[in-house]
């Protein structure tokens, strides 16, 4: 069990480029969530899938963030025609099938400049 | 109002000190509860897991919550400069985990050598 990995740990890109980050959440885990963390704020929930069900994702920010789990294990995050104001920290955290605290990856770090 | 308001410090203390972090919250279908350490520019990490009202220790942590006075709070005993890092209160209905957890802004503790 290596915990939760989130790939890359940091990225800097240009506004209007897009983006993706990749995560994979302990093998056990079914649920799997995506947060964002900006300075001096607590993370704030994005989506949820439960296995590829993507359960929840009235969360994300815009039309332009979408998430995919195609096979139940890894996730991605994709952020389309970035703005300045989605530079933050991604988060990514996975929970057991029975109710338990949430594991979190280190974050990737996006700059957009 | 915010669903959870967390003082963001920061709170200094000297080494060996009693720490007393806290939140209160305004969502009364919150019945899981939680508090993650996070170092800078690392992903949270787990603390405490609580289900519902009253009292868990472990080890030097112990955190209560009061359903009632919807409070919670996390103690530190025997502080130690390694504890210096933000504190993040997090917390759940029953959701099913589609919910999500909302976070406290955090508190930024610093132990004193």
């Known amino acids: 069990d290596t915990g939760v990995s989130q790939d890359p740990r940091h990225k800097i890109t240009k506004r209007g480029q897009n983006v993706t980050f990749r995560c994979d959440p302990i093998?056990?885990?079914?649920?799997l969530y995506w947060y964002r963390q900006t300075l001096g704020q607590g993370p704030e929930f994005l989506t949820y899938?439960?296995?590829?069900?993507?359960?929840?994702k009235s969360r994300l920010l815009s039309d332009r963030f979408s998430a995919e789990r195609p096979k139940g294990s890894f996730s991605t995050l994709e952020i389309q025609r970035t703005e300045q104001g989605d530079s933050a920290m991604y988060l990514c955290?996975?929970?057991?099938?029975?109710?338990?605290?949430?594991?979190f990856g280190s974050g990737t770090r996006l700059t957009v400049v | 109002q915010k669903e959870v308001e967390q003082d963001p410090g920061p709170l200094s203390v000297p080494e060996g000190a009693i720490v007393s972090l806290n939140c209160t919250y305004s969502?009364?279908?919150?019945?899981?509860f939680m508090w993650y350490r996070q170092y800078s520019r690392k992903g949270p990490e787990l603390l405490m897991y609580?289900?519902?009202?009253g009292n868990k220790e472990d080890g030097r942590f112990t955190a209560q919550v009061d359903k009632s006075s919807k409070y919670i709070s996390l103690f530190i005993r025997d502080s130690q400069p390694s504890d210096s890092a933000t504190y993040l209160c997090?917390?759940?209905?029953?959701?099913?985990?589609?919910?999500?957890?909302?976070f406290g802004k955090g508190t930024h503790l610093i132990i004193q050598p």
């Open positions: 969502n009364s279908a919150f019945q899981y």
């Open positions: 093998s056990e885990h079914n649920r």
């Open positions: 997090a917390m759940s209905g029953s959701g099913g985990g589609a919910d999500g957890l909302t």
């Open positions: 899938f439960q296995n590829e069900a993507q359960l929840e």
């Open positions: 609580t289900y519902s009202s």
């Open positions: 955290a996975s929970t057991p099938p029975k109710k338990g605290g949430y594991t």
